[in-house]
T-cell receptor, first 115, second 116 residues
Framework: NAGVTQTPKFQVLKTGQSMTLQCAQDMNHEYMSWYRQDPGMGLRLIHYSVGAGITDQGEVPNGYNVSRSTTEDFPLRLLSAAPSQTSVYFCASSSPTAGAPWELFFGEGSRLTVL | AQSVTQLGSHVSVSEGALVLLRCNYS??????LFWYVQYPNQGLQLLLKYTSAATLVKGINGFEAEFKKSETSFHLTKPSAHMSDAAEYFCAVSESNTGTASKLTFGTGTRLQVTL
């Protein structure tokens, strides 16, 4: 039972490079989201999706793009990386009928460093 | 808009002592409240949740939390700390009527240290 799988676990980029963080879940959850975690700031919502083909912005969306072509996958794209995007990124999924209402199931995180 | 305030970014207790981690929330509608735990280099794991049923909520690993509407609080407690409880703890709130299950708002976290 894989749950939420994120790749890569570690990545180093140079300023201006682009990359995609992958997220896949095998629980058939409708909802998926991306958070970034920075010291002293907790987790902040970047983008979220309530189903395939539907995405919306969270608290800190600038510099990131998402798409949701399937229920299982929710990739996060950095178009032109900046040092301010150095962070640990978490993907999460949830369903009204899985676990506690609105319980988020998290991946193990992707640590990104932008030089 | 919803928000969460966790008082104390670091808490240190002795093994066997009471653990008390504070969380206050702000929400314009009845909230759903959560405590998550994060062990080093891992994702977050749900400890317990409040979803408008019993105000005293019991979770995993002996933790519990009490929802107090009058104080807008949801403090996390454990009667006797264990070394394995050392981790970072996050309080989170979701507004119950939004239908947007992924939109949790997290506090800034409290790192719990347990000493011998």
């Amino acid at each position: 039972n894989a749950g939420v799988t994120q790749t890569p676990k570690f990545q180093v980029l140079k300023t201006g490079q682009s990359m995609t963080l992958q997220c896949a879940q095998d629980m058939n959850h409708e909802y998926m989201s991306w958070y970034r975690q920075d010291p002293g700031m907790g987790l902040r919502l970047i983008h979220y999706s309530v189903g395939a083909g539907i995405t919306d912005q969270g608290e800190v969306p600038n510099g990131y793009n998402v798409s949701r072509s399937t229920t299982e996958d929710f990739p996060l794209r950095l178009l032109s990386a900046a040092p301010s995007q150095t962070s640990v990124y978490f993907c999460a999924s949830s369903s009204p009928t899985a676990g506690a209402p609105w319980e988020l199931f998290f991946g193990e995180g992707s640590r990104l460093t932008v030089l | 808009a919803q928000s969460v305030t966790q008082l104390g970014s670091h808490v240190s207790v002795s093994e066997g002592a009471l653990v008390l981690l504070r969380c206050n929330y702000s929400s314009s509608v009845p909230p759903y409240l959560f405590w998550y735990v994060q062990y080093p280099n891992q994702g977050l794991q749900l400890l317990l949740k409040y979803t408008s049923a019993a105000t005293l909520v019991k979770g995993i690993n002996g933790f519990e939390a009490e929802f107090k509407k009058s104080e807008t609080s949801f403090h996390l407690t454990k009667p006797s700390a264990h070394m394995s409880d050392a981790a970072e703890y996050f309080c989170a709130v979701s507004e119950s009527n939004t239908g947007t299950a992924s939109k949790l708002t997290f506090g800034t976290g409290t790192r719990l240290q347990v000493t011998l």
